[in-house]
């Protein structure tokens, strides 16, 4: 049975070579929204199945699912505007930015809205955002807001807590108030992929909307592979990200800075701990070392040249 309000909500998801999980996530989607929107960014065989054998006419008490199958891989952020565009344009109050290895919880959409109806100016709301959890239900992301003298804090928000100031938040498990879109404007599709969700944070925030993270909500995300070496018996864990990935997270790291990011403090706080992380990592790393420190270097020369779309070979 769909819970009251929740039929204001349509679901966006976006996919790429979906594997298993994929099903999961649109088993614990249908019941939940009153509409589903899967953008395929040009996937092979046997993903493409999967996400062709997703739509549904909506019979029974399941959402219809409808499919924009992209012929090649448009980006995160076009697939995402994409989506957000056919989702307004059926007159749904809110949309929720999925990725396709992200499960939320049976009580995740009800308990966002339930937030915002239980807030003081729901109005004011632009984006509410669940906790991020593992497969075995530990945090796998904490919450980052600005704390007193603009110091930022970084904490997990319990069942029963709610954020109301959070500095940005993952797209994927966003709930978004589409009266917030007009003003704040759609996804940068310049990016491709990577701070696509800190770049829209930001103008949500510069635009006088609150980010809002529910602590009751949550979300089963698979953050990427992690990879691990061992130092003087000491286990060191890190992001496998290729350095593809690389390049466009130091590029887009870049260019959120100077297209207004550098006003937050928070940022740079939460973006200097980060490189320097990486920079400690790196080194620590079984391979590709050099083939990553490249990728970097580039794409910050990049994002200080403004440019956008996939690494060029």
């Not at 929204?33 to 046997?46: A, H």
């Not at 109050?93 to 992200?102: A, F, H, P, R, T």
């Not at 049976?106 to 109806?117: H, S």
């Not at 993952?170 to 759609?186: D, E, H, R, T």
Request: hydrophobic residues 40%; charged residues 25%; glycine residues 12%.
């Amino acid at each position: 049975m769909r819970v009251e309000g929740t039929e204001n909500v349509a679901a966006v998801v976006v996919t790429y070579n979906p594997g298993d999980r994929f099903n999961t996530l649109m088993d614990a989607l249908r019941p939940r929204v009153g509409g589903i929107w899967v953008i395929d960014n040009g996937s092979r065989q046997p993903g493409l199945d999967r996400v062709q054998s997703c739509r549904t006419d909506g019979s029974g008490d399941g959402a219809v699912v409808e499919l924009i199958l992209n012929p090649n891989n448009r980006g995160l952020a076009a697939a995402q505007n994409q989506g957000i565009t056919a989702v307004m344009d059926a007159g749904f109050k809110w949309v929720l930015l999925m990725d396709q290895d992200g499960v939320p919880d049976t009580d995740m959409v009800p308990e966002l809205l339930g937030a915002a109806k239980r807030d003081p100016d729901p109005g004011g709301i632009g984006i509410l955002a669940p906790m991020h959890g593992d497969e075995r239900g530990l945090p796998a992301a904490p919450v980052y807001s600005r704390g007193p003298w603009g110091i930022l804090r970084r904490r997990v928000v319990e069942p029963g807590e709610v954020e109301k100031n959070a500095a940005f938040a993952m797209a994927s498990g966003c709930l978004i108030s589409l009266a917030c879109i007009p003003v704040v404007g759609s996804m940068n599709e310049d990016f491709f992929i990577d701070y696509i969700d800190y770049d829209f944070s930001f103008r949500v925030r510069r635009a006088g909307y609150r980010i809002v993270v529910v602590g009751a909500a949550r979300l089963s995300h698979n953050l990427g592979k992690v990879g691990e070496t061992k130092i003087l018996g000491k286990t060191f864990r890190y992001r496998e990200h290729s350095p593809d990935r690389w390049y466009t997270i130091y590029r887009n790291r870049v260019r959120v800075f100077l297209s207004g990011g550098c006003r937050f403090p928070e940022f740079i706080q939460f973006e200097v701990l980060s490189v320097g992380k990486d920079l400690v990592q790196l080194p620590l790393r079984k391979c590709g070392k050099g083939a990553r420190f490249r990728a970097m270097l580039e794409g910050v020369l990049d994002g200080f040249r403004r440019r956008g779309g996939p690494r060029k070979s």
